[in-house]
Nanobody
Framework: QVQLQESGPGLVKPSQTLSLTCTVS??????????WNWIRQSPGKVLEWMGA???????YYSPSLESRTSISRDMSKNQFTLQLSSVTPEDTAVYYC??????????????WGQGTQVTVSS
């Protein structure tokens, strides 16, 4: 059973860089056809996909966040990381990591972390 766990600071000051790590257990970030995603939900808003890193190390970003977002992975630790620069209070949200599998029959969002609250405030 794959499990994902987010970790990182719960409070970030405006203009700083938000950095979160997702630790994967029961699976590998290099498993074929898996894409490792960051998704957030701000208060009163729908889920927002931020970006992903593939099993092969390719990265994909939401156009609206691409200029501020970087996703990387550490295969030795089986982790992937989100960095969001120049944060503002509008980046306050619950941040989730999630695994998406591309199968012959379609996409399966099979595994999610529990989410971590990040507040941007001075």
């Amino acid at each position: 059973q794959v499990q994902l766990q987010e970790s990182g600071p719960g409070l970030v000051k405006p203009s700083q860089t938000l950095s979160l790590t997702c630790t994967v257990s029961g699976g590998s970030v290099t498993t074929n056809w898996y894409y490792w995603n960051w998704i957030r939900q701000s208060p009163g808003k729908v889920l927002e996909w931020m970006g992903a890193i593939s099993y092969g190390g390719n990265t994909y970003y939401s156009p609206s966040l691409e200029s501020r977002t970087s996703i990387s992975r550490d295969m030795s630790k089986n982790q992937f990381t989100l960095q969001l620069s120049s944060v503002t209070p509008e980046d306050t949200a619950v941040y989730y990591c999630a695994a998406r599998e591309n199968t012959r029959d379609g996409v399966i969002w099979g595994y999610w972390g529990q989410g971590t609250q990040v507040t941007v405030s001075s």
